[in-house]
């Protein structure tokens, strides 16, 4: 038996010293992350080649005497003469469980100082999306704890949702408390032991941020308990071109192996104009013809097949995508903008004026809209929210004429009096999502005219004595309501009894 | 960006008129370097070294260049070359480079491809591979 084990042996020991065959190049110029490489005939688009000292590089230009390729790592060792060589591999992430909780550069290695990532898979960064066989339409909400988007601009797993506005307006911080408000539904659900009860597991892109930013991010995410269920892949500002054109790519790859494994997961792009000035960046130093404001031909590419990524699968999960884009001066009508916003399922716009006057979140419900999460929205917020943009849309057109005239209608004062009640309500301080069920019960409050009798001032004060005493003195009340998903007859009467009850009790 | 464009494109044009039967022939290479002296491009430099990078590729291309730590024999050489011919369907001629550095074995370079077989480069590999 030991001649036969021998025997293979010999054969395995014959084929390990057969000669390996390699393609190889060598760099002819080196410059701001790109790398011009001589040689390299046999090498593949978008196929991972090895620079020296481990960098590693993708081939993006393949020319008649050349190719070019962005080097993901640090370029700075590098120089002209030095060997390049093909790995035949396309460019791949690590995926799974094993990277929640972890910040992540742009090709999965960790930053965060936690060790190594024990992940035992990998996925391409590129991928084709799913197609339209595989597809199901949306029809399962992703809470944001926001009342003003769950209410008004709801979105469903497998949604694109445009957050946009200018600096400082609040997007960044919409998509954490979404991030947050989910790992809270995640903890009560997986505490309930529910078997049908699916997780949201999130990933945050930061692209071409300060790393101060991001640390205060992670800083927000862990203080709330929710970085266990978040995946942070993070190219910051200092980072190459290469590396924060790459990273979306990457957290995408990282939700995929959710949806593909029959779990749900949201991915937040931070934001996807400055990806799209890296991306224009390296196609310059590749020369590539530019176009509109510099862009390359393929920028609408670039994002629309991001994007397409972000899919509710039949029989599989879903991978909800909510990119964030940053407008100068409120234009919406700028190159990426507009790309980004035919590419997405709706937006949510923030506009700089509403948030300077303390409205916030700053949303704007007359530009902002949801294609298709109204049919993944829950029937209760329905029945509360259903003409709650109708009511908001005409109080902004009736503010806008009033401020011309003193002589009013009662109508018009009514409408005018319920808009300014309902703006109060929506103010929501940052990083405090409220549950559905809450939601519900102040807006049944604000339809039922509960709010009137209260000074327009004191609504923020008086909703969130409303919240505190569901909160505290009917919880079971709201429990009915999240398990019931809607307000039939009985638990409106329940309702209107526990309100009837804080009415007596709220002294403001 | 477009001149250099053109004198590649010129630099091109040159290499494929200096190959005979696919071949680089001296002679030609010389007809087509007097001819650039005679009637010097705009960019006769660049030019030049594009000629030359591109002459260089296909010299290359013909060429297996051996580079060997021990001894490599007359009968190994020409082994190397049959097999090469075979390979990529071209004639084409081994020489040999001493390379103490890769403590044993051979290390074949055709064109872009490189076939390793030597300890260093397995040394290389593995620490890769780390």
Redesign the interface.
Known sequence: MSTVIEQIEQQIAQLSSKAVRKNTGTIRAIADGVAKVDGLSDVMYNEMVQFPGNAIGIALNLEEDEVGCVVLGDVAQLKEGDEVFTTGKLLSVPVGKALLGRVVDALGRPVDGKGPIDAREFYPVERIAPGIILRKSVSQPVLTGIMAIDSMIPIGRGQRELIIGDRSTGKTTIAIDTIIHQAAINRQGLASNDPAFRPLYSIYVAIGQKNSNVARTIASLEAAGALEYTIIVTAPAADNPANQYIAPYAGAAMGEWFMENSMDALIVYDDLSKHAVAYRQISLILKRPSGREAYPGDVFYLHSRLLERAARLAAKGSLTALPIIETLAGDVSAYIPTNVISITDGQIYLETDLFNQGIRPAVSVGLSVSRVGSSAQLKMTKQVAGKLKGELAQFRELAAFAQFGSDLDARTKAQLDRGSRIVELFKQPAFNPIPIELQAAVLWAMQNNYFDPIDVKKIVEAASHLKEFLRTRKSALLAALRKNAAIDETLGVELKKALEEWKGSYTG | ?QSSRQS?QLA?HLCHLSLDDGTVSAPRVGAVLSFLQRHPPRQPLTVLK?YR??IA?ELARRQAVVEHAGVVDARILADIEAAMSRRYRRTIAAVTRPNPGLIAG?R??V???????SVA?QLA?LT?SD
């Open positions: 960006m590649q091109r594009h990078r591109l590729r051979l074949i370079r064109g872009d491809d490189l076939y390793e077989s480069g590999a890769v």
